[in-house]
């Protein structure tokens, strides 16, 4: 078992006899090369990423670092529940129709890209579910999002903000773009901006697939 | 347990002495209200999707339709893997970075908010995860989409093309915009296209997060 050491201790109970390999935050590369190493020497290895490894994780890493590196191991991806999925079902179900993720992280993106991005789904009425929208040192992104989506939308379009889902740590927040810049967001956030249609339904954020 | 059939049917083995209710497609109100009714009866109910019941599935449904029509009961939405994402780990890693999910459905969005959606995010260079792409009578939204594509993309970008993920009738084929329209595509297919970057490696499609 391979990961970020967090993620390998919320295994709890699946965690048996398998031989762990941990790693620090930012050290994705040093972490994957442990497992495909590991691999390499016959090893049945398990690289682990929180949500789904293929959205924003280490699954496209490995392979990147398989073909650049030389490591002819077999890959398989496991899908998981990623943290717009589980963010949504928190809050009630503002994805239930088109939607777009966007990381507000520009450290692997450039921050004009991230511009342009916002921009287009803000003005396609796409709901929006925002990785990494804020950190500590990261401030303006979330704020210059929050002022593109209102360009285009009503001050009143609610906005869920959910926060170390699954952990015990979890928090709910449901309020709208207007309000969004007073709430406390973070790392462990995921915030998601809801449409034109999107509205609270008895508590619950809802994006109508139009029955009603 | 209520739900179309071949989704209670897949439940298999989870499936124990629980009371069914099962209806055909198209008749999701109807199933929807079936769940509400048992639930203020006093039962426990699991009204079952495939993928994410948050994601084009029937959690938002039951919200509208609980607060339209007077059912006060409680509700929890449990996540699931939604069909992006199983799609996407089959191929590889497509969606490692930002993406937007689609459906070429015209059922419940009217075409032309669709087409301005395609349109947006072609421009942003996301990837894009189609849903419901093409259907017996419905073959001319699949056309229109790869046209749009080509707009923006060159002919030569990865298109990954997942039908029926899970099912002993699963199907991978791995293609390009230019190729797309040949290939074997219907109800049970999830499309991904992918952006500027993505590049096949090794026989899987990836969207690098620019390690490499």
Redesign the interface.
Known sequence: MVGYAPYVEALGDLLGRQKVVTSGMMQE?ERCRAALEQARAGQVVALISSG??????M???A??????EGFAVD?E??????AA??A???M????????????LSDL??PWE??V??L???A????VVALYNPRSRKRVMQLEEATRIFRLHRPGTTPVGIATAVGSEEEQLVLTDLDHLLQQEVGMRSVVVVGNSSTRM??G?M???????
Do not use: W
């Open positions: 590369a789904d490894a293929g959205v924003y994780g699954a496209g890493l392979m990147e670092m398989a073909a650049a890959m991806v496991i899908p998981g529940i990623t999925n589980s949504a079902a928190l009630g179900a503002p994805l239930m129709l088109d939607s777009a993720s966007i990381s692997l993106v890209m991230i342009k991005r921009e287009a789904v003005a396609a009425d796409l339904i008895d619950r809802v994006t109508p697939r139009g029955y009603y």
